[in-house]
């Protein structure tokens, strides 16, 4: 039977109240909020915290919106609802792609956005989607708001810019003019982690790609954003030979370890493959090709 | 510590001291003895014990009871009515939808969670429906015609009663 060690356990009413509650507990406390990657974790004893602060009670935090040309979305907004908005899926369908193959639909119903980053499993797909995106997230503690991007979030494996006593409260996506974005994942399993998967977003100029964002999940110790790739793409016309070359890089910049869901190299080809695909699919939509 | 929670669980008060650790799934089995839920893998993957919070199907090994203090909680007890079965249940009674059972409550509550949200649900959207919850026996062919046995026969009530 697997249950958590003892801990103690306290709602949070406000935003403020989280925060001056991890203050006061100090470094042993944690934030719960769906629940489904901590309380795993907790039973395994690979977090013990001494305290939790609930956060479900936060309906504040729950929200999907266009404000000041971003997309913003509130931490505490579940899968289900990332999955569902039609708002989300218009300016940044690689969210979609990703929600209907993270977990399953029921596990859904209660993870949410800053949960998924705030664990950050580089076999997590939000991560990748958030960093194609050229998302950034905002940090409340008591001293105020830091806007971060996603680079700066993730600081290593399991690891992000998140202090003791503070909270990530938002994500932020940029919406540019003549942007498309795909995710595409290779699973065991439907419900399953990734084998692989791979997020791209284009944002076109003249015929041109004027912008990419390509980040990998799965096949490394953090969330691979590649920047290489990204920087061979811009400026130049979309082709599918481009495409095969930012594949290679993709291959090339990984480091994937060989476990249960398939060797190295079969992994890396995977990553080449699904940049590929995924560069694609965003290029498709963005110039509304999409078959 | 413990903690007191207090919740409604089909449609019933509850209130009673637990340790936060508690898992809703122990809760609901051993505090308040509703043995239907089944305790499965306890990691979120085999869907044996769903329970419906506020609605929401949810997998109640990977939740905390603390969580579900002042919430509306439904184990798969709720779906006889005064010894009437609901049609799910009818509908895995006649496709033959079990085998060794242990699965079912937990598929007899996503799939009353889907016919409440989508009515007239197609092979697929039952199947991803239930794609969080195992069955290692019956197999899903039986399950999901179970689903559509339930489908058709609330809309033809519906229908006598419209």
Known sequence: MQTPAAFEYERATSVDGAIASLERLGSEARVIAGGHSLLPMMKLRLANPEHLVDINDLTELSYIREQEGEIRIGAMTRHVDLLRSDLLAQHFPLFRDAETVIADPVVRNRGTIGGSLCQADAAEDLSAVCAAAKASVVIRGSGGERVVSMDGFHVGPFTTAVGAAEILIEVRLPVRPDGGSAHEKVERRAGDWAIAAASAAVWMQDGTIGDAGIALSAVGLTTIHVTRAEELLRGKAPSDELFAEAGAIASEDCSPASDGRGPIDYKRHLAGVLTQRALRRATARALHQEA | ?162
């Open chain 2, 1 to 162: 510590m413990t903690i007191n929670v207090s919740m409604t669980v089909n449609g019933a008060q509850v209130s009673h001291d637990i340790e936060p650790r508690m898992l809703l799934v122990h809760f609901v089995r051993e505090t308040l003895e509703l043995t239907g839920t089944h305790w499965g893998c306890d990691t979120s993957n085999c869907g044996a014990c769903v329970v419906r919070i506020d609605g929401q199907p949810v997998k109640s090994c990977t939740i905390l009871a603390a969580m579900c203090d002042g919430h509306e909680v439904a184990t798969v007890e709720s779906l006889e009515v005064e010894g009437q079965l609901d049609p799910i249940q009818m509908g895995f009674h006649e496709r033959h939808a079990l085998q060794c059972g242990f699965c079912t409550p937990g598929m007899l509550m996503t799939t009353r969670a889907l016919l409440d949200e989508n009515p007239d649900p197609t092979d697929h959207e039952i199947r991803v429906a239930i794609s969080g919850a195992i069955c290692r026996c019956t197999g899903y062919k039986n399950i999901v015609s179970a689903v559509r046995w339930a489908a058709e026969h609330e809309a033809a009530t519906a229908n006598r009663e419209g």
